[in-house]
């Protein structure tokens, strides 16, 4: 089945060249990138639930830059030079 569809230039090259590349026509480009398309679409939708668990409040102020050093230092996670 024929249809006409307006494509930009950067887009119509890009296609070519791909199915020159791969030994392929340009419909079949098209037809595997729109069923691509249409497989994956609503995936991003559907968020996983993640586990969250209350550890208390922040035991340092991370907008206090020598204070999160500090703890940093004391866990050994940093050495500041």
Request: proline share 2%; charged share 35%.
């Amino acid at each position: 089945m024929k249809i006409t569809v307006n494509l930009s230039k950067d887009m119509i090259a890009r296609i070519k060249s791909e199915a020159v590349r791969l030994g392929c026509t340009v419909s079949e480009i098209a037809n595997h990138a729109l069923r691509l398309y249409f497989k994956t679409r609503g995936r991003e939708r559907k968020l996983i639930r993640l586990p969250s668990r209350n550890l208390g409040p922040a035991l340092v102020d991370i907008a206090d830059r020598d204070a999160l050093y500090e703890a940093m230092d004391d866990l050994n996670l940093y050495r500041r030079d």
